[in-house]
């Protein structure tokens, strides 16, 4: 879509599957517009897309990225260890970077929990797509107990896990579990990544399990509600399939799935970061 006069204009560093989706939902965007996709194979899905959608396209990386600007925003989409590369490349121009990929770097941001810091800052911290489906209902839940122990499993679909994503999930695991104990204020925190190879395809889901002293449960779903509606605002597919408030333990279970675009449904895990991503980017003028 044509932006308008005050749009913002952007490039997509990376054309794996995140980068593909986000081409897309930038592309659908009245506030930004996207003047480069740049990846590093030139016969890549994601770059062959963003040429066929009019968008400048590049395989050289962020050197382009360099080449090309300023831009007001970069996505990186890349992996773990590329990522301090390029925000020391980035820096000096004053260029806002959105990191997609799983590092403990930058200022983590939340949409629904801490977004109204994110104008703020320059480097923006996403998590996960697992940080990004979990931490809204554990800071829901965190408002109203101490939990002394947290507990996240994500599952997703084989196929919606790219290459980059396989190799950081170590970092994924780790950058997870920091931004969960920053978030709630536990300090023992557990993370599980199962990717299925099932099919059909499963869904996006996050199991949550919390155990704490005492607490009212009525509250606790009231928070969880509204958390779950803030979510929705921006990722339609988001809700909550299951929540237990026990005595001394919570379960809850959200799943995500994936609505418009490209993506198949079961690509929730790649919906969820895309549209917090750009939903940033966006207020970020």
Excluded at 145 to 162: D, F, K, L, Q, R
Excluded at 268 to 276: E, F, H, K, R
Aim: proline share 5%; charged share 15%.
């Amino acid at each position: 879509m044509a932006a308008d006069e005050q749009s913002l204009r952007v490039a997509v560093l990376g054309a794996g599957l995140i980068g593909v989706d986000l081409t897309d939902k930038i592309h659908q965007s009245q506030k930004l517009e996207l003047a480069l996709v740049a990846g590093r194979d030139r016969d890549s899905l994601g770059l062959r897309r963003a040429a066929e959608m009019g968008h400048s396209t590049t395989a050289g990386g962020i050197r382009a990225v360099l080449d090309t600007g300023p831009f007001d925003v970069v996505f990186d989409a890349t992996n773990a260890d590329s990522h301090a590369e390029h925000w020391a490349a980035l820096r000096p121009t004053g260029t806002t970077l959105i990191d997609l990929t799983p590092t403990e770097l930058g200022t983590v941001i939340v949409p629904g929990v801490n977004s109204h810091r994110s104008a703020a800052h320059r480097h923006v911290n996403l998590v996960s797509c697992g940080g990004q489906a979990a931490i809204p209902i554990l800071y829901a839940i965190s408002e109203h107990c101490t939990p002394t122990y947290i507990e996240v499993v994500s599952t997703g679909a084989s196929a919606s896990a790219g290459r980059a994503t396989r190799l950081n999930l170590d970092q994924y695991i780790a950058t997870t579990s920091a931004a969960i104990r920053t978030f709630t204020g536990t300090r023992d925190v557990k993370v599980m990544v199962n990717l299925s190879p099932a099919r059909p395809a499963p869904p996006f889901r996050v199991a949550m399990t919390v155990l704490a002293g005492s607490f009212r449960a009525a509250p606790i779903r009231t928070s969880i509600a509204a958390a779950a509606q803030a979510v929705r605002a921006y990722t339609p597919g988001f809700k909550v399939t299951s929540l237990a408030v026990d005595p001394g333990r919570i379960s809850a279970a959200v799943e995500v799935t994936a609505c418009g675009g490209r993506l198949p449904p079961h690509a929730g895990s790649v919906d969820i970061i895309n549209a917090a991503a750009v939903l940033l980017a966006e207020q970020s003028r």
